[in-house]
């Protein structure tokens, strides 16, 4: 609230009052002067108040009884405080001889230099438009401003047309340059420093509104600019640039720049925005550039984005990052993307990395989602998540997972644990390789521990064919061209076109280049395709690795265990230890069956043997079937002849009893004796 006086008025304006009456005056409104009104004794000084009535000022006149010493003391007794003057000129009008006391408004009036020795004036008081000379000089009305415990004086600064808050060793020298506060400067022309303590603004058309030790520095690269508060902030070589807030944040050499606030950010980089944060630094040449907040980050490329986070660096052209920490986006990465987590490095362009930690994009046109140690170095390659995980070659994608390495161009794998699409000659080589998930496939060897999900001891790689598939379980290998093992455990499927689909140890093999096992086909089972070695129920495994067996083309083996279809273009359907070798033969299922016999069968049974071109055994037992055209229906039969059928017993039922229309050869039974036609 301003502060008010009382007065006793006698007269006011021309009109003496019928008694003394006791009026309130605003002190911010009023001049006081030495008066006397030789018809009234008791007058000593003139009041003009100013007021305000239907939009237009006018003043009036009081007369009061108190002196003009009176009345200052109780105007410098609140907050508004009042500047006493020897009053020698109002205007071109010079006073009576030895000048008036008058009393002014600290706050409101403007102090200046006039000096006429003739007149005897050494200063001015301007009030509500009109000068007042004086005969105290200027630095006199300056400590008779601040006497009272108020201030607040505009007086005129030392370069042309200035102002400034006097008392307070503000200076404001530079041509139409205004400064308030205190120890300030506005040096440069058109320059103002509003308020605050030791700021210094050397530049023209310039503003510095407040705080402390800030500073725009001299030179007209340096105009137009703006430090609107904050302590020991700096702009230099920043022409239309602005620093809002904050503490020892820098512009250097940044046009058209602006720093929020923040502490001891830089920015040396035009069009260029650093919001808030500590230590972040836009570098040199990154213009258009962008960082949100943060810690120690580092943007230094041209129209980049750095959102947040902490000691973040991005260096990539037209590139963004929004968060994280010791993140990088390296300068081959222009038109790159890093979202969030640690220790991640893009450094290809036109590639992303999302988030997690410690992984590394490099590929160009390249991708990697999360997760932990990922690598993602071919170009167009792709790592989703998991744990290090590798897509080292082109069009290459790993999913997630573990362990898994994707070095097949154009391979894949969904996800698991050591899973493998490779080839050590060359990517080209496992062209289109997919594994969907499991442990360890195209992998042999190693110590897999499943209390901690990992291998102890490393696995070997192992060459995927190209356009092999496995889909997923342990250890299962699709080595040949366009081969697949859908699932299962250490299963081979080495054939060009081979398959298996689950088990324990099948193979779709041939060792032999002038034979390979084209389109061998393992369904099911246990070993099939291999001999010998040791399985374990207890386990489900084998403890002595048994022999792979070569499989024919074409073959084709159901399930069972060890059942063997070597022949090409041969049928083993199941059961144990069967074997297939004859070319286009067929075992159905049994135990320890062998047919090897060209186009022969065997359906069943146990210990047959099927040698013979075009023979067969249909079951039975340890029977042998070694002449070509024989067949066998029994057991413990051994063929003697071609094109004969060899049976223990035979019970023919419904004979015809008669032979007429049976074609020749036929049996009939004549009255219980059999004939031939």
């Given amino acids: 609230m301003a502060n008010q006086i009382e007065a006793t008025i006698y007269q006011i304006d021309g009109n003496p009052q019928a008694a003394p009456i006791t009026v309130s005056f605003l002190t911010s409104e009023l001049v006081i002067q030495e008066a006397l009104i030789s018809t009234i004794p008791a007058v000593q000084s003139a009041i003009y108040y100013y007021n305000v009535v239907n939009n237009q000022q006018s003043v009036q006149t009081y007369y009061a009884s108190e002196n003009v010493a009176t009345l200052v003391a109780l105007a410098n007794n609140g907050e508004t405080s009042h500047t006493q003057a020897t009053v020698l000129e109002v205007n071109a009008n010079p006073q009576v001889p030895g000048g008036i006391q008058y009393s002014f408004p600290s706050a409101a009036i403007l102090i200046g230099e006039s000096i006429n020795p003739t007149t005897g004036v050494n200063a001015f008081i301007q009030y509500k438009g009109i000068k007042y000379y004086t005969a105290e000089t200027q630095a006199t009305l300056y400590n008779n401003s601040n006497a009272g415990g108020g201030g607040g ?92 807030g904050g503490c020892n944040n820098n512009i250097l050499g940044a046009v058209r720049s602006t720093i929020s606030g923040g502490y001891c950010n830089t920015m040396c980089a035009s069009r260029s925005f650093i919001g808030g944060g500590r230590g972040n630094l836009v570098c040199s040449g990154a213009t258009a550039t962008f960082i949100g907040a943060g810690v120690s980050n580092t943007n230094g490329a041209g129209c980049g984005f750095l959102g947040s986070g902490s000691s973040n660096t991005n260096v990539g052209v037209i590139s963004a990052m929004v968060a994280g920490r010791l993140n990088s986006i390296t300068s081959s990465a222009s038109y790159s993307f890093h979202g969030a987590g640690r220790s991640n490095t893009v450094s290809n362009a036109l590639s992303a990395s999302v988030g997690g930690q410690s992984n590394t994009v490099s590929g160009a046109c390249s991708f990697n989602g999360g997760g932990v140690c990922n690598t993602a170095s071919g170009n167009h390659s792709f790592t989703g998540g998991g744990r290090i995980n590798v897509s080292s070659s082109e069009f290459s994608t790993t999913v997630g997972g573990c362990g898994n390495t994707t070095q097949a161009v154009a391979g894949f794998i969904g996800s698991g644990i050591c899973n493998n699409v490779c080839n050590v000659t060359s990517g080209c080589l496992a062209l289109g390789a997919v594994v969907v998930g499991g442990v360890g496939n195209n992998t042999t060897g190693g110590t897999f521990a499943l209390a901690s999900c990992s291998f102890t ?219 031939i036609v």
């Avoid at 310039?206 to 600019?225: A, K, M, R, T, Y």
């Avoid at 039975?620 to 049976?647: E, K, L, P, Q």
């Avoid at 008669?658 to 049996?667: F, K, Q």
């Fill in 457 to 675: 001891v490393a696995p070997t790689i192992c060459n995927a064919g190209i356009y092999s598939f496995v889909g997923g379980g342990f250890q299962n290998l699709a080595t040949g061209v366009e081969s697949a093992v859908v699932g299962g455990e250490r299963n081979l499927a080495q054939a060009v076109n081979g398959f298996v689909g689950g088990g324990i140890c099948n193979n779709v093999c041939n060792t032999l280049a002038v034979a390979p096992a084209l389109g061998a086909v393992v369904v099911g089972g246990v070993g099939n395709n291999t001999c010998g070695g040791t399985f374990s129920l207890g386990s489900c495994s084998f403890t002595v690795a048994p022999t792979i067996c070569n499989a024919g083309v074409y073959s084709f083996v159901g399930g069972g265990f060890q059942n063997v279809a070597s022949g090409d273009c041969t049928f083993t359907g199941g059961g144990f230890c069967n074997i297939t070798s004859g070319l286009t033969s067929f075992t159905g299922g049994g135990q320890q069956n062998t047919t090897n016999g060209t186009r022969s069968f065997t359906g069943g049974g146990r210990c047959n043997t099927t040698s013979g071109a075009y023979s067969g055994i249909l079951g039975g037992s340890s029977n042998v079937a070694s002449c070509a055209c024989s067949f066998i229906v029994g057991s413990n039969i051994t063929s003697d002849r071609s094109c004969a059928t060899f049976v223990n017993n035979l019970s023919i039922k419904n004979i015809p009893t008669s032979s007429a229309g049976l074609p020749a050869g036929s049996v009939w039974s004549n009255s219980g004796v059999l004939n």
């Fill in 153 to 244: 004086i505009i007086v005129v600064g030392s370069g042309l047309n200035s102002s400034v808050r006097c008392g307070n060793n503000n200076s404001a020298s530079g041509t139409y340059s205004t400064v308030f506060g205190r120890c300030n400067t506005a040096s440069g022309c058109f320059s103002f420093t509003g308020s605050g303590f030791c700021n210094v603004n050397q530049t023209g058309y310039s503003v510095i509104g407040g705080g402390q030790l800030n500073n725009i520095c001299i030179g007209s690269e340096n105009d137009w600019s703006v430090i609107s508060g904050g302590v020991g902030n700096t702009i230099c070589g920043g022409r239309h640039s602005a620093i809002v």
